[in-house]
């Protein structure tokens, strides 16, 4: 399975969406008078709602990106939740879900990459199961909202993030190291997701399948960071779990913007590194 990638491949540009390109109402982070906030463009519905928006300028940057660069969205969503956005600019020809779980090529999963995953999920992890009871064993209906398994590869928990321990994540980050898998807090999400599981090595595939020469990378979580290292070039948000942990490494930028401004921080540093702005 391929995708077409027209004319010669310079650059693969992978992003993270949530809080890092696009931004739900709650996280738009909106501090100039209502008078002098940027238009903004809906690119997700969700039960018939606006959900999820870009500012109209990084709109027209995305769409340029996406002409001139291999431009993959690069998401733990499952494929499910990954469908309901629509960006500016033409369908990429790949997209990477479920953390790397799944690797979409003209919209279709891979088939023989997801087997791999699991390969080495089965090889190298202690089980689904395992950690999800572990998970909620220990949370407290206090502050658990919801729980969820994403396309059979991880689990997260959707928390009241004002009554949640911080220790209780940090307890079940100790207990899931030794274990295989990595815990991070996203927003209201705490997620475990194995070891394994990367964007990073799908994008590496990805890579290998169009021949590009250099990758550019953003994102704003701890499930971000294999990406970012990977990257030739990279760039974090002024927000979100990196931020917070003040992360950063000798080729990636911390930006200082935050919320929506930051989306378009990024496009606007992509298309700059293409070479062709």
Partial sequence: MTAPVPGPCATVVASDLDRTLIYSAAALGLTVPDERAPRLLCVEVYRSRPLSYLTEAAAALLAELARRAVFVPTTTRTREQYRRVHLPGPPPPFAICANGGHLLV???????WHARVRRALAADCASLEEVRARMLADADPDWLLKERVAEDLFAYLVVDRDRLPRAWVKELGDWAGPRGWTV????????AVPRPLTKSAAVAEIVRRTGAGRVL??????????????????????????ADLGWTAPHITALPERGVAAGERVVREMLLHTGRA
């Fill in 184 to 191: 991070s807090l996203q927003g209201r999400k705490v997620y």
């Fill in 106 to 112: 003209d919209g279709e999963s891979d088939p023989g």
């Fill in 217 to 242: 990378a953003a994102g704003d979580s701890l499930l971000d960071a294999d990406l970012l290292l990977a990257a030739d070039t990279g760039w974090r948000p002024g927000h979100g779990e990196l």
